[in-house]
């Protein structure tokens, strides 16, 4: 059996002396959907942050692609986000003024990597998530259309474990079912795993697991 | 780095005009501050140019109170130099030698052909010893002149530059005459006539004779033509036998510069003016710095207030997008890489600001220059312009504005991106 993606164990997160992640266990392996559910303001997206190497401040064992992320330097952290995985945010963080390409070139030119070849993968994912490539600043597009420039930005460096929190929060049901629609046949292309923070029926529906987080520790329920 | 410019670019997409007041202050504050300098600059050195003196660093110039202007404001009444004076300040223990200067009290003119044409003016001569003259004349000229050495030789004449410079800028360009520079006129033969001028004559025929400029200085009175003291004491004591014999200056020389300072305390307590190579620098000092560091210290001021106000912008404009800075956080930016980036776009932006500021500041002080030396002649034949450029002064202040924006910036950024990105990312 291959090695997991995400290993984590025991993981605990505190909040002053509130107990947000109490020796929570996870796993992810090569190209799993796992959703995450639970009631609002149980942590979930402070968990999501743990797991994406956003927060190091946690005890526990995390192991990211083979690193332990709680021993990792910050440059270490920043390359694992930057290489293994891709994030969607719950409100897209868009940089309005720009079009939907460049925000999908922005982490790319930021980063300083060549940005040759990125345009090419940043039209190439575009397309394919049925965007127009012109000069529109996303201020204009709908809610839909930006979700969809989000997970494009997401997916264009090829990541090996997408982060989704709360992808569709806000969008109407035919939007949440094009988007996973459209995620769902990327990954089968690429291989990707997902961890997504849902609470749609119909999304959890198509994950491998759905965990749920409460009082601090992930219960697993078979979908 | 790769990239930097496409980031600065990306990340400013639609947020330029939020930069355009404290760039514009930058811009206008380095502008001023060019320009304080570079005419405070041109400013000093005319000023240096009518106030400098080759006063020796020993010697003292001792001269009654007041504006002296030669014969016409002779040196009768308020305190005069004479003999008992003269004693009393050799016999101070510092005073190395006295030589003193007197004014002829007889009027007199000068006539010569200057480019052509003729030329008349009166004339005050005032008599000075071998002291002062220059010994770069000396070597050339016998400096000892009487009545009697008129038939065979001229008499030796030694030229005020800045009568030079009131004459070309006041005198020749308003008769259509030809300007003058001191190394033109050296050699230059004249006539003067001595008893008589267009506004008064005495009783004893005039004398004339030939005359020789022989070299120009700074240090003689400004409206009187320095010949041979010999000369004056004849003349005077020719046409006005029974006058009270005074001196018009007296060039005391100290044994060491050190004892200067006593000098000129004793020359003043009794009532005389006594000017020294530290004084008459001292007075252009004081007069361009007072002035020079006021507008300098005003153009820094706003320079100062317009480094902070552009890296306030800068920072308050990405506090506002924390979120975004977190974005680009989780999407894997090195946080240093994020600081390199916005202390680069401070560096540039305030380089463009302050080096235009500086070009039209220069600009500026150039066209200002040039409409003075339009509209006042007398500039114009004491500097070439008004505007100076110390181009190595000018690139340390860049240097050190654009090294302070710079620094200050990268300070602050760091603290910004120092927040978790989970906390960037809730903003």
Redesign the interface.
Known sequence: MSKPLIDAQSINKTFDRLKVLDGTNFTLSEGEFVAITGKSGVGKSTLLGVLGALDPAFTGKLILNGVNAAEATSVQLAELRREFMGFIFQDFHLLPNLSAFDNVLLPAVFCGTDTKSVRNDAAAIISRLGLRNDNTPTRFLSRGERQRVASARALVNNPRVLMADEPTASLDEESEENLFDLLDSIRKEKGFAIIAVLHSKKILSRADRILTLREGILHEKHA | ????R??IS??N???WKDYVFSQGMLLIASLLLVFFISIGLGVGNILQRFLSSDLPEEQVRVTPLGVQAGFFQTERGGMEITADIMDSLAALPQVDRIDPQVYAHVPAYLRGLLGGRNYYTDITLEGVSHAFVPDSVLEHIDWNYTLSDSATKPLPIILSENLLILYNAGFAESNGLMGLTPEGVIGLEVQVNVGSSSIASLQAPPINLRAEIVGTSRNTALFALAVPIEFVEEINAIYLPDDRHTYSALMVTAHKAEDVPEIVRYAEEMGLSAETRRGIAQKAEILVGVVTAALGALAAAILFSSVASAIHTLVADLKNRS??L??????????E??VY?FAFQIFFMSLISTVSGGLLGCGLSYLVSTTLLNLLPVLKMAVSSLAVYPVGWLSTGLGLVLSVSTVSAWFFFRKILAT???EL?RR
Do not use: E, F, S
């Open positions: 780095m790769k990239n930097t496409k980031a990306l990340w997409r639609g947020h979120y975004a977190g974005v680009l956080v989780a999407l894997g930016t090195k946080r890489r994020l980036i978790p990105v989970t990312l």
